[in-house]
């Protein structure tokens, strides 16, 4: 009967439980259609993977990471991982699970499992040591369709547990042991997931949580359960246990159970059993089951859809991962995405504004407004509840805003002019004053009094009185700097201020024409700050100066300015805002989640401390100060491997090279989510390379070092987001060998080598030296003999020449005294020879020439002339003969043989060569 009773009280239950899930679903379809696409809440920014980013099929089933930081998934086309830079499917041969009910878990030994259906069975397969391996179950039931799946490792292998509709199966692969567990009859009871946690096995189910420890008990949260005890999924974090259920999320603490939500829009079971709920970093929760990935906002107890650009509805997630840099991914039919920043929500046309760029913002009778070109957006509670279009005209662009705290807005709306929304409708208003006046720019109540600008002037507007106040050319914008002064910034001609009550006006002006340029001021710590074309600037010395901050910065032109509550300086560029504490600056852009670069100079607007918000020309975003929770990110470094040209890789146990195997390529690979394309590297090769070397392409992830030197080496290289904050370098040490011929030993044996030739060398020379000193003594000993000889030779022949020397003496002094003798002879001859020539030239010539004149005579004279003639010429040979006879008396003294000998070529040689042989005797 007690069994009777309790099977009743479980059928009444379950059917009232199938009720309330039929009801919850009609009112969910209801809403849908009664809900205005307007509606629809903000966006987050995230990062969209399909087919188009090299992913192999859209439809992602399961996500897990591995302990080395790569992710993987389960597909459509099996089993799928992602290292941060290229995907990569495993093959068909394999055999891998590929339906939508199949499962991947990755355990801390590096295995990672798969479980599901392929093309042809049920199979359970792991990855190891790169190698998939199966495991075969025994005794199970045919699984077909949905079911649930995990594994854990355990002392002496792994602990496998797979649930059916109602049945557990846990198989221990170091046993081989399959065990069975029935946990109800009930044929509406389901298994939804389990888990292992501290070695138990945690099974929810459509009756509540139970565990497995060696049998099956009922969880104690149980019976803090209400008539929905339906359990879909838990996540374990730390010792606190949350848990989701249908369309309710709890928390089990120090054994007390509380409901964080009871609205969590997850109104049903997942078909494929992929209930999620996870915990990031900072106690973020998210969840989904047959439904759209959502977090929850623990202030009001809702969930927010994550909702994406383009795709309100990302419904039926199968997968909400959150890996180790806290990252959210999310998988389903349709594609992969993931979330990293949720600092920032969206607006933009995709989720019901009118148009993307929103141009001013303001807030507005208890309404958020939005601003576009030509129409207005009112927002509640993040919502847009109303969109107004203010009209058409050529030129028009709502400019800026204003309200007066009542119930008027009043709209600068460039060359449609100024207007007034009075909440019901939109009032063009009277605002020319001349010609001259062709559009409104800005506006602004100040002191209780409206005020706008046109092209020429400032004027103010009260009680429909239109009044100039001061005449100020390019007016784009005005504001509020102090109780008396109001700020007017010019296109081309610098700031002014102008005080309303004693009408005075200032100019500021810079020497550069871009600073010239003005778009906005504000006063921050004691000091104006103008934001222009050219960059930041100030007010000094009456003049505007530029201000630098950081190079980032530097030179880039500032929209907007405004300080926060926090008393930080917000700074909106066309490169998305800045925000400056007074020491460090932030830059946040498309890349950090805002839904656009570039910031519309009246689109800064803090309603409360925890939301900025920022109109861009891509539309609206939302800075939560509470979701911008930093962390220190650094990519999971890898050295994949080290190899040479030849082939030979390189490892810890195997790291020494001969010496012409000597160009080594390293491989290296950090693996982050957060930005795949913001990973950089830096290298070092110590022993060669003296600096570290960088590399800003994620892509290039190796380097080459070539014909390194002999040596030992030890190679590091780091990765990093933003080169501030360095992964733990990965090194590896390792040698090229020397040369034999640089070795020791080599140099050890050639040094005995060079020191025995050397000593060989000693010995032979010396050897030779004393044979050559020997053969030496001998030479001298018959050198010296030869010497003696030579000397006594010389002794001998010194002394004969002494003897010819005296000789030769006695020669010389005889032949002076025959020179002496020949001489005077020779005189005497000579003088007689001189007479001689006396009587040749003299005496003998004057007969001669008597005679020849007689002789003439006689052939000129008569005959009777001839004997006186004659006689004459007789006298004349008779003297001729006197002289000749005196002549040849002469001669007859004269020695001519002598004289002749004395003086002949002969004679004289031989006294020379007598004379050279003497000389030479003597030398």
């Known amino acids: 009967m007690n069994v009777l009773l309790n099977i009743a009280i479980k059928n009444h239950k379950t059917v009232v439980k199938r009720l309330t899930e039929l009801i919850r679903i009609i009112n969910i379809f209801l809403l849908l259609g009664i809900i205005h696409s307007t509606a629809w809440s903000q966006f987050y920014p995230a990062k969209v993977y399909s087919i188009r980013d090299g992913m192999p099929t859209n439809a992602i089933f399961d996500i897990t990471q591995a302990n080395d930081g790569i992710m993987w998934f389960m597909t459509s086309k099996g089993v799928v991982n992602y290292n941060s830079l290229k995907w990569h499917l495993f093959s068909d041969s394999l055999q891998l699970p590929n339906s939508p009910y199949s499962y991947i878990r990755a355990l801390e030994d590096g295995s990672v499992w798969t479980a599901g259906q392929n093309s042809n069975d049920f199979v359970i397969k792991y990855y190891k040591n790169e190698n998939w391996q199966s495991v075969k179950l025994e005794g199970i039931e045919k699984i077909e369709g949905k079911f649930t799946f995990d594994v854990r490792l355990n002392n002496s292998g792994y602990s496998i547990i797979i649930g059916g509709r109602n049945t557990i199966y846990l198989h221990e692969t170091s046993s081989s042991t399959l065990q069975k567990y029935q946990l109800s009859d009930n044929p509406y009871y389901r298994i939804n997931s389990i888990k292992f946690h501290n070695k138990i096995a945690y099974i929810s189910t459509s009756e509540g949580l139970y565990t497995l420890n060696n049998s099956i008990s009922s969880h104690p949260i149980n019976q803090h359960l209400e008539i929905n005890d339906e359990v879909l999924q838990i996540h374990w974090d730390k010792k606190d246990l949350y848990l989701l259920g249908i369309n309710w999320l709890a928390l089990y603490q120090d054994d007390e159970f509380k409901y964080l939500s009871n609205d969590t829009g997850v109104n049903s079971s997942s078909r494929f059993n992929k209930h999620n709920l996870t915990v990031d970093r900072f106690g973020r929760i998210f969840y989904s089951s047959m439904s759209s990935a959502q977090f929850l906002d623990r202030s009001t107890g809702y969930g927010k ?107 600068a709306a460039n060359s449609a002019g100024l207007k007034l ?25 100040i002191n209780d009094k409206l005020y706008y600008s046109t092209n020429v002037a400032l004027y103010s507007y009260e009680e429909g009185v239109i009044k100039k106040e001061v005449k100020v050319p390019y007016i784009r914008n005005i504001s509020q700097l102090n109780k008396d002064t109001i700020a007017a910034l010019s296109t081309s001609e610098g700031l002014f201020l102008y005080n309303p009550s004693t009408k005075n006006i200032q100019q500021f002006t810079s020497s550069s024409r871009i600073y010239n340029n003005v778009y906005n001021v504000c006063k921050w710590n004691d000091q104006y700050f103008i934001g222009t074309s050219g960059g930041l600037a100030v007010i000094k010395n009456k003049q505007i100066v530029p201000f630098f901050t950081s190079e980032k910065l530097n030179r880039v032109a500032i929209y907007s300015l405004f300080v926060s509550k926090n008393n930080n300086l917000w700074l909106g560029t066309n490169e998305g805002i800045f925000i400056w504490d007074g020491m460090d600056i932030t830059n946040y852009n498309k890349a950090h989640g805002l839904v656009g670069d570039e910031i519309n100079r009246n689109a800064f607007l803090q309603i409360n401390k925890e939301e900025v918000w920022i109109g861009t020309e891509m539309g609206a975003s939302v800075y939560n100060f509470d979701e911008d929770l930093s962390t220190e990110l650094i990519p999971n470094l890898q050295l994949k491997k080290a190899e040479t040209l030849e082939g030979s890789v390189l490892t810890e146990s195997q790291n020494i090279l001969k010496h012409d195997n000597n160009t080594i390529e390293f491989q290296f690979l950090g693996v982050s989510y957060f930005d795949e394309n913001q990973i950089n590297y830096r290298y ?167 005679m020849i004149g007689l002789l003439n005579l006689l052939k000129l004279s008569q005959q009777t002339e001839y004997e006186k003639i004659l006689s004459l010429i007789q006298e004349t040979g008779k003297e001729l003969d006197i002289i000749t006879r005196h002549i040849n008396k002469l001669l007859d003294n004269v020695d001519l043989s002598d004289l002749q000998e004395a003086n002949s070529i002969e004679v004289i040689n031989a006294n020379n060569r007598e004379q050279d042989q003497i000389d030479d005797n003597i030398n």
């Not at 909702?307 to 890996?323: L, P």
């Not at 929304?421 to 109540?445: A, P």
Request: hydrophobic letters at 35%; proline letters at 2%.
């Open 305 to 411: 859809i994550l909702y994406i650009n383009g795709r309100v509805f990302n419904a039926q997630s199968n997968r909400i991962y959150v890996d180790t840099e806290n990252n959210v991914w999310v998988g389903d039919h349709r594609g992969l995405f993931k979330f990293n920043v949720l600092r920032f929500q969206n607006y933009n046309e995709n989720i019901g504004l009118a148009n993307d760029e929103v141009t001013a913002i303001t807030y507005h009778d208890q309404q958020l407004i939005l601003a576009n070109q030509n129409q207005l957006n009112f927002l509640e509670n993040g919502n847009i509840v109303k969109k107004l279009n203010i009209g058409f005209k050529a030129g028009i662009r709502i400019l800026d805003l204003a309200t007066n705290g009542s119930n008027q807005l009043f709209i």
């Open 421 to 445: 929304y009075d909440g019901q409708e939109v009032i063009n208003l009277d605002w020319k004053t001349k010609n001259e006046d062709h559009v409104v720019t800005s506006v602004e109540f």
């Open 684 to 850: 070092k090769l110590n022993g060669f390379d003296e600096d570290w070397l960088y590399i800003d392409n994620p892509n290039s992830n190796s380097v080459r070092y070539t014909n390194l030197p002999p040596g030992d080496f030890e190679f590091l290289v780091e990765s990093s987001l933003d080169n501030n904050n360095w992964s733990v370098p990965k090194s590896l040490s390792f040698t090229i060998e020397k040369p034999f011929y640089y070795t020791y030993w080599f140099v050890a044996i050639s040094i005995i080598g060079v020191l025995i030739l050397l000593y060989s060398i000693y010995r032979i020379r010396f050897y030779f030296i004393l044979k050559n000193q020997q053969k030496l003594k001998k030479e001298v000993k018959l050198r010296t003999q030869e010497i003696q000889r030579m000397n006594d030779e010389i002794q001998a022949q010194n002394e004969e020449l002494i003897s010819q020397s005296e000789e030769i003496a006695t020669n010389n002094e005889r032949l002076e005294e025959i020179v002496q003798d020949r001489t005077r002879k020779l005189r005497e001859q000579n003088d007689r020879l001189s007479k001689y020539a006396f009587m040749n030239s003299h005496e003998l010539r004057g007969p001669i020439c008597r």
